[in-house]
């Protein structure tokens, strides 16, 4: 059942809202403004808590307690958060897209999206090892592609 083509955002359940989220860790990258510009630049220095390899966190039922400024992505908010990339599921669905061909909702894994490089595995390094996060700045996150 495609129930993201049949309910708005604020009509899923709490499964099927997890279940919208593709896992591919960008948002779980750091990322800089510049003040003058109001610019959105994504790095790859990913949040201590982001696995590299399965490109997930690896403490997401726990990570406020880690991560006390993590920021839950809800319905309420989504609009507002413009530094989630073009290819997150949440954004893809409010702006009226649909799930690109390679999220795990349509391919049954998320195998398809390592695959096709939208997600951070093997590509980031945590965050707690960078010295100068502007030496970090990297193009890739904000790549979109159905």
């Given amino acids: 059942m495609s129930f993201w ?3 708005s955002l604020s ?3 709490a499964h ?3 279940s919208l989220c593709d896992g591919c860790g960008k948002c ?3 990322k800089l403004i510049d003040d003058e510009t109001e610019e959105l630049y994504y790095t790859n220095a990913a949040c201590k808590l982001l696995d590299h390899q399965g490109a997930h966190c ?4 726990d990570r406020f307690s880690f991560v006390p400024l993590c920021t839950k992505v809800t319905a309420d908010n989504v609009a507002e958060l413009t530094w989630l990339p073009d290819s997150c599921a949440y954004r893809r669905l409010y702006a009226g897209r649909d799930l690109p061909s390679w999220h795990p909702l349509i391919t049954g894994s998320k195998e398809a999206m390592h695959q096709a490089g939208m ?4 590509k980031v390094k945590c965050e707690t090892n960078i010295k100068y996060i ?3 700045i990297v193009l890739w996150p904000m790549r979109d592609q159905d």
């Fill in 5 to 7: 083509k049949e309910k």
């Fill in 119 to 122: 997600s951070t595995q093997n």
């Fill in 134 to 136: 502007e030496d970090h």
């Fill in 11 to 13: 009509q899923m359940d």
């Fill in 28 to 30: 779980c990258l750091n």
């Fill in 16 to 18: 099927e809202w997890e």
């Fill in 58 to 61: 690896s403490q997401y039922q």
